[in-house]
């Protein structure tokens, strides 16, 4: 290659990773905003117009914000509810995904596909008929009270994720074990289940992400302020008058900590999960 | 032995008897989807019914009493004007939303594609605003557009662009685009994730032939990618315009659907009439619209995703 071919795609390189670099700085200012203004003290925070460096930055507010909010609670709160999410959409879409993967029968289409258009049907068009069917289940203010809502609009892109992968195990060896005199259930667990894993990992972070980043259903069906998620905590300390904006970015900061966890190690799942139902091979 | 034929084995004995005998020998299959399929109808199905019986009856929350209105509620829908801002102010919302995402998706997308180094990390970095509780994304965008703390006014002050601070979300004329800046920072990454993956699957043999012939960057775009994209950019805008249609979180938190009811949707009218306000008729007969609009948007998805007659 010529120096100026070099030159060249050397250039080329330089402005792409320029336009990335800006296009990701342009994405992370949110986030700029949210952490630095908890570094700040109460006097300058609210300062105007804001100081967009925290003049004498500190980690006070990280001290304070578990005696001066519930953050623990909500924190703890929204791990049960993530966790219930998951079991009970687990439950109900393995055995159901692996019915429709290894049998043919009347019916089978038609569930399928009910099930791809609950996945459209947002609970929130949904919410005055649901708001209905908890009351009659008697479920309102308690954890089931979001926990069967979000199963019910996870479970669509749990059986299909699962169905999907459930087809491309061979069934040859869930034969050779039936042979051996392993019940179904063993079959299942034993043998179908660790060859699932990838599909498994990429449904259990979406029912995860979804339960915790909602707030529609704790607004709706918890009142009990023992019982709120971090959405629904964060979303308490938005005064009418007054706001502790310091305590407020700071909860938000701690409940998007366990997430970004996820994300450094789930990444991949989670893209294999968001681009399950758009790109097809 | 195919569907059909073990249908139609059994042909003596009546139709009920023939049903039954084949959900027989076939129960285990059926045993295994059941508690799925009891529980969608259960919390899904049930509501859908609801909500359409509910919208025929004047129903307050606060008591018992259900008076049967037959279509009332929807007359007085259609002949009123909030229902036609509503549809101005959804229509608004969902169009600028929506193109905003998409384009800002692809922008990104378009550059990590190539041979990037850390692409783990970028796309990790560009994913988190997606993955993150609406209402947290709402509060900091509340903060950053305070009237008087926010770092936007201080960034527009310091580049003399305006002379005092101006609170964009007190603002009727202006809140819906303070809001609507905050959903496409949200929806951004999925697009950009999905438009990557299209991207990825375009063959590299066909850009090569392209450079051969000399074409240019611009005409690469434009006549290799977006027709190759084109089915992929097809369902990301469908499914990013019913999310948008119908987010909640964060009109909600943002504003509340204020002021003056300048960033209601649709969506948000139905939460403030049915359960802010009691009325759980009115509010199911405007669910009923919504879902006419969803099931439009259903049918599309379905025609693209089923398609050539695919293979469940």
């Known amino acids: ?281 | 032995m195919s569907l059909a034929e073990e249908y139609t084995e059994a042909s003596d004995g009546s139709r009920l008897e023939r049903g039954l005998a084949y959900v027989q020998r076939n129960s285990r299959a059926y045993l295994l989807i059941a508690p799925a399929a009891v529980f969608l109808l259960a919390v899904v199905g049930y509501p859908i019914i609801e909500t359409f019986r509910l919208s025929l009856y004047q129903s307050p929350a606060d008591s018992n009493i259900e008076t049967f209105v037959g279509l009332q509620h929807y007359v007085e829908i259609f002949n009123s004007d909030i229902f036609y801002r509503l549809l101005w102010q959804t229509g608004r919302w969902v169009v600028v939303g929506v193109a905003g995402k998409t384009l800002l998706g692809l922008l990104i997308a378009v550059h990590l594609k190539g041979d990037i180094r850390g692409r783990k990390f970028f796309r990790t970095a560009f994913l988190i605003p997606w993955g993150i509780p609406y209402a947290i994304s709402a509060v900091v965008f509340r903060w950053i557009e305070h009237p008087q703390f926010g770092y936007l006014n201080a960034i527009l002050l310091k580049l003399g662009i305006i002379e005092q601070g101006i609170g964009i979300l007190g603002n009727p004329s202006l809140a819906w685009l303070g809001v609507v800046v905050a959903d496409i920072w949200i929806g951004t990454p999925f697009m950009a994730i999905i438009f990557l993956a299209g991207l990825q699957s375009i063959p590299q043999e066909l850009y090569e032939a392209a450079a051969i012939d000399g074409a240019e960057k611009w005409h690469q775009f434009r006549y290799i990618t977006l027709p190759q994209l084109k089915s992929v950019v097809l369902i990301a805008t469908l499914l990013s315009t019913i999310w948008t249609f119908v987010s909640f979180d964060v009109i909600w938190t943002m504003t509340g659907g204020g002021p003056i009811s300048s960033t209601a949707t649709l969506v948000i009218h139905i939460y403030q009439v049915g359960l802010q306000n009691g009325n759980l008729g009115r509010g199911a007969a405007y669910s009923v619209i919504g879902f006419l609009f969803l099931l439009v948007f259903a049918i599309i998805y379905l025609r693209i995703y089923t398609r050539g007659g695919d293979e469940l």
């Open chain 1, 1 to 281: 290659m010529t120096m100026a071919g070099h030159d060249r795609s050397g250039l080329r390189k330089v402005r792409l990773y320029g336009v990335l670099i800006g296009l990701l700085g342009l994405m992370m200012l949110p986030f700029y905003a949210m952490f630095s203004s908890t570094l700040k003290p109460e006097s300058e925070i609210f300062a105007a117009p804001a100081t967009l460096v925290p003049s004498d930055p500190s980690f006070q507010a990280y001290l304070q914000v578990w005696t001066q909010t519930d953050v623990l609670l909500w924190v703890g709160n929204s791990f049960i509810i993530s966790v219930g999410t998951v079991v009970l959409t687990l439950l109900l879409a393995i055995p159901a995904a692996y019915s429709c993967a290894r049998n043919d029968f009347v019916g089978k289409r038609t569930f399928l596909l009910a099930v791809l258009v609950v996945q459209m049907f947002a609970p929130v068009v949904l919410i005055v008929g649901l708001f209905d069917v908890i009351t009659q289940l008697g479920l309102f203010n308690t954890y089931l009270a979001v926990i069967v809502p979000a199963a019910a609009f996870t479970l669509p892109f749990n059986v299909w994720m699962l169905y999907g992968y459930f087809k491309t195990i061979p069934v040859a060896l869930e034969e050779s074990a039936r042979i051996d005199g392993a019940s179904q259930l063993q079959i299942l667990t034993k043998i179908v289940l660790p060859l699932t894993k990838p599909a498994l990992v990429a449904s259990i972070t979406y029912t995860f992400l979804y339960a915790w980043n909602r707030l529609l259903f704790v607004l709706t069906f918890l009142t009990d302020s023992a019982k709120y998620n971090i959405p629904r905590g964060v979303f308490s300390m938005v005064g009418a008058l007054q706001t502790d904006w310091r305590m407020m970015l700071t909860v938000s900061v701690i409940g998007i900590i366990p997430l970004l966890i996820l994300f450094a190690f789930l990444e991949e799942y989670i893209v294999a999960g968001m681009t399950a139902g758009a790109v097809k091979e």
